[in-house]
Nanobody
């Protein structure tokens, strides 16, 4: 059974950094797109970033481009989201997800295109 487990969230101040981790197990995700989404209270789930596991191709939401970096470690079966220069608007529950569909913008930004999800980790950025 596939499992995605996020960790690394917390409470930080504006301008600080955090690194989220998503440990995957239960199946091979080498041909999947791994995505990070976030959801703030009362808002829709929002695409943040994604990476095609085998090719290493990445794509970011405009709101995080230049501040966040997604990467993966094949040996550890883990996907990371390095978040720098955090802002209060980044406050949300962050979710890791895996999609078996093709790597196109229309596909990767849609949360309904992802097959597997983690339980989420809270990130709170104070001003």
């Amino acid at each position: 059974q596939a499992q995605l487990v996020e960790s690394g969230g917390g409470l930080v101040q504006a301008g600080d950094s955090l690194r989220l981790s998503c440990a995957v197990s239960g199946r091979t995700f080498s041909s999947y797109t791994m995505g990070w989404f976030r959801q703030a209270p009362g808002k829709e789930r929002e695409f943040v970033a994604c990476i095609r596991w085998n090719a290493g191709i990445t794509y970011y939401a405009d709101s995080v481009k230049g501040r966040f970096t997604i990467s993966r470690d094949n040996a550890k079966n883990t996907v990371y989201l390095q978040m720098n220069s955090l802002k209060p608007d980044d406050t949300a529950v962050y979710y890791c997800a895996a999609s078996s569909l093709g790597f196109t913008r229309a596909v990767v930004v849609g949360h309904r295109n992802y097959d597997y999800w983690g339980q989420g980790t809270q990130v709170t950025v104070s001003s």
